[in-house]
């Protein structure tokens, strides 16, 4: 059975198969969240929660269509890769209104994905709230965290988080789940300064590259703990 959510908020992770979907899905649960993982596939979604129910020894998470997961929810999460951003999105558009929705989509340009691209909407985080409209509250956050370090369930995440908004509160929603699934939540300003937090992700992989590690991630110096 799945938690009582806490504090009365269920949260969806619309592409919540991928990695790091299921990273923070789990991670999240494990706090007490009600969390939904879905698909565009049911079948995929309900196999993918019960896989990750196992590992995590609980039965925790459910599985759901992206719309029901979006209907269902109080907070939408959006972990899908950018080719399948706008799709997702309008396919949910009826089912987010009135919610916040977080925003963890980067605007890859397979194959050079350790180059910054610029989507006509300037970011995928501006493009979700032109396509929502002012009935959801678009949050940009989590562009820059690794999803290998979000699997290692038991250990906080060396790494820090953007959180753009246009809304104070929506952001101070979204810091208390940054800080949930293990790590510091930055207030970032406005929704427009989501083009410099998702163009890091392209530096981030060509630094894993580069260095020859997994997870390379930031942090915000000068700050109090």
């Given at each position: 059975?799945?938690?009582?959510?806490?504090?009365?908020?269920?949260?969806?992770?619309?592409?919540?198969?991928?990695?790091?979907?299921?990273?923070?899905?789990?991670?999240?649960?494990?706090?007490?969240?009600?969390?939904?993982?879905?698909?565009?596939?049911?079948?995929?979604?309900?196999?993918?929660?019960?896989?990750?129910?196992?590992?995590?020894?609980?039965?925790?998470?459910?599985?759901?269509?992206?719309?029901?997961?979006?209907?269902?929810?109080?907070?939408?999460?959006?972990?899908?890769?950018?080719?399948?951003?706008?799709a997702t999105l309008n396919s949910?558009?009826?089912?987010?209104?009135?919610?916040?929705?977080?925003?963890?989509?980067?605007?890859?340009?397979?194959?050079?994905?350790?180059?910054?691209?610029?989507?006509?909407?300037?970011?995928?985080?501006?493009?979700?709230?032109?396509?929502?409209?002012?009935?959801?509250?678009?949050?940009?956050?989590?562009?820059?965290?690794?999803?290998?370090?979000?699997?290692?369930?038991?250990?906080?995440?060396?790494?820090?988080?953007?959180?753009?908004?246009?809304?104070?509160?929506?952001?101070?929603?979204?810091?208390?789940?940054?800080?949930?699934?293990?790590?510091?939540?930055?207030?970032?300003?406005?929704?427009?300064?989501?083009?410099?937090?998702?163009?890091?992700?392209?530096?981030?992989?060509?630094?894993?590259?580069?260095?020859?590690?997994?997870?390379?991630?930031?942090?915000?110096?000068?700050?109090?703990?």
């Amino acid at each position: 059975m799945a938690n009582s959510a806490v504090n009365g908020r269920t949260l969806a992770i619309l592409g919540g198969t991928g990695k790091e979907g299921a990273g923070l899905a789990m991670r999240w649960a494990l706090q007490g969240y009600d969390v939904i993982i879905g698909s565009r596939a049911l079948d995929k979604a309900t196999t993918r929660a019960d896989e990750m129910n196992d590992e995590m020894g609980q039965d925790l998470l459910r599985g759901m269509s992206n719309s029901d997961a979006a209907a269902a929810a109080d907070i939408v999460i959006l972990s899908v890769p950018y080719a399948a951003h706008e799709a997702t999105l309008n396919s949910v558009r009826s089912a987010c209104q009135g919610k916040i929705v977080v925003d963890l989509t980067v605007p890859l340009q397979p194959p050079e994905i350790m180059a910054v691209n610029l989507p006509a909407g300037r970011s995928a985080a501006l493009e979700a709230q032109a396509l929502l409209g002012d009935g959801a509250t678009v949050v940009a956050a989590f562009q820059n965290v690794s999803a290998v370090k979000l699997k290692q369930l038991d250990k906080p995440v060396d790494c820090d988080v953007l959180v753009c908004a246009d809304q104070n509160d929506a952001k101070g929603e979204v810091i208390k789940l940054v800080e949930a699934a293990g790590m510091r939540g930055i207030d970032a300003g406005v929704l427009k300064n989501a083009v410099a937090a998702e163009a890091l992700t392209p530096v981030l992989l060509h630094i894993n590259r580069s260095y020859r590690v997994q997870g390379a991630g930031i942090r915000i110096t000068g700050l109090d703990s």
